[in-house]
């Protein structure tokens, strides 16, 4: 059967909707070609089952992309006190967990709920189940799914990017824009946990489940944030924030004692210099188990000052070297996709495909840990209905 929308969106995700909801209120005919059962898998498991659905604090710099100045537009146009605003529209509760970041206080599946009511007040279309088998344009696009084909004037791709395969995330955003000839800034696993080398995770895997604050540095960036050891290596939220800006073969700095000076005490007082004194001052400063493993695996060699010094830097500035992340698998958000200067930053159009549009995590723009990646797409899903 062939129907005719003003635009079709293929994705029923975050930026999906928002774009579709912008644009039928504004009295598009929309269509969204969802390819799963249902709309907004990736909202209903999101901040552990309360998605955290934007963050007051939301900046330009809270995201990385091979532009910077790429998503200040939309960003500065739909930003968190509007969602702020559609949520208490909605009379749903939520709630600032820390950092800025706003939380529902019951279940992700009210802000699921939400944006379907809103696609229905907009008269969207919603097709679920619908596999997409080919796009081509010649004087409009042309949509086909095993059943039904869509014409439009407009298509906006909002596939999302490769993250957690198992609850449908496809290559498919990038195997269209390179059917259209577009850039693609290669995708890789972004907010992920780092897996140790064999090594590393003998001496440290046995502590899974401690965490202590850390800086975690690298690429120039650094995060203040707890670290958690995990059965394969590092991951807590200190760690997911500098994955994002991880490339093999880096290496990443971790400062366990942040602000602290561990042997300052033997410095200025009388305190013996030994094991045990030293272990005691850790265990004010790591948990316990952290510091007794750290001490066994760094004890100073001499108790001169500058062994001391040594073994505080070394706190300081502990180099790490993984092997690798665990993947997309476990990724929360991809980073890389479509290159930013293929598009119009006020409208997200290609540049090249008058009509065709690219919005949320499939574009090359990555939020920070925090509420950050929704309000990207949210704010380009914005943009680009507000622009149909
Ligand atoms: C476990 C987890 C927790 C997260 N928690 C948070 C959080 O609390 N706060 C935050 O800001 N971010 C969070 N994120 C990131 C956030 O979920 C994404 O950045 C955001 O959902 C991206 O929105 P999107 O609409 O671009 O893509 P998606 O939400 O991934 O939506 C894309 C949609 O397109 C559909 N689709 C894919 N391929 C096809 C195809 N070929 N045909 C038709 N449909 C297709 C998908 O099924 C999906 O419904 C989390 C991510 C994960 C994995």
């Not at 062939?2 to 929309?30: H, N, S, W, Y």
């Not at 939309?74 to 909605?90: G, I, M, N, Q």
């Not at 005490?265 to 952290?290: G, H, Y």
Request: charged share 25%.
């Amino acid at each position: 059967m062939i129907q005719t929308f003003d635009a079709i969106v293929l994705g029923g995700g975050a930026a999906g909707l928002m774009c579709a909801i912008e644009a039928g209120k504004r009295g598009r005919r929309v269509a969204v070609l969802e390819h799963a059962e249902r709309l907004g898998k990736k909202i209903l498991i999101s901040g552990g089952g309360r998605c955290n659905f934007t963050n007051i604090h939301c900046r330009p710099e809270n995201f990385l992309s091979s532009n910077p100045h790429f998503a200040k537009s939309a960003l500065a146009r739909y930003t968190p006190a509007d969602v702020v605003a559609l949520v208490e529209k909605h009379r749903i509760r939520y709630h600032e967990k820390t950092l800025g970041q706003l939380f529902c206080d019951g279940s992700a599946r009210e802000m699921v709920a939400m944006l379907e009511e809103e696609c229905r007040a907009a008269k969207v279309s919603i097709f679920l189940n619908a596999k997409i088998r080919e796009v081509g344009r010649r004087d409009e696009f042309v949509v086909h799914t095993s059943n039904d084909e869509f014409h439009g004037p407009a298509t906006v791709v909002a596939t999302g990017g490769l993250s957690v395969p198992k609850i449908g995330a496809t290559s498919f955003g990038y195997d269209l824009a390179r059917q259209f000839g577009l850039r693609i800034r290669e995708p890789r696993p972004g907010l992920v946990p780092f897996v140790f080398h064999q090594q590393d995770r003998s001496s440290y895997c046995d502590l899974a489940g401690v965490s202590a604050e850390v800086i975690a540095c690298c690429d120039g960036q650094q995060f203040r944030e707890k670290m958690l050891i995990t059965h394969r290596g590092l991951s807590g939220p200190a760690m997911l924030q500098i994955s994002s800006y991880w490339r093999e073969p880096e290496s990443i700095s971790i400062d366990v004692a942040p602000g602290r000076e561990v042997t300052q005490v033997f410095r200025d007082s009388k305190t013996p210099r030994n094991p045990s004194s030293l272990r005691s001052e850790l265990r004010k400063i790591l948990p316990s188990r952290f510091a007794d493993r750290w001490l066994e695996l760094h004890e100073p060699t001499a108790w001169t000052n500058a062994a001391l010094a040594g073994f505080e830097k070394q706190m300081h500035a502990w180099a790490i070297h993984p092997a690798g992340t665990e993947g997309f698998e476990k990724a929360e958000v991809t980073v890389g996709g479509i290159d930013t200067g293929e598009l119009s930053a006020k409208t997200m159009e290609c540049r090249k495909v008058p009509g065709l549009y690219f919005i949320g995590e499939v574009v090359d723009v990555t939020g920070h840990l925090g509420g950050f990646n929704f309000q990207w797409a949210w704010a380009s899903g914005a943009a680009a209905g507000r622009a149909l």
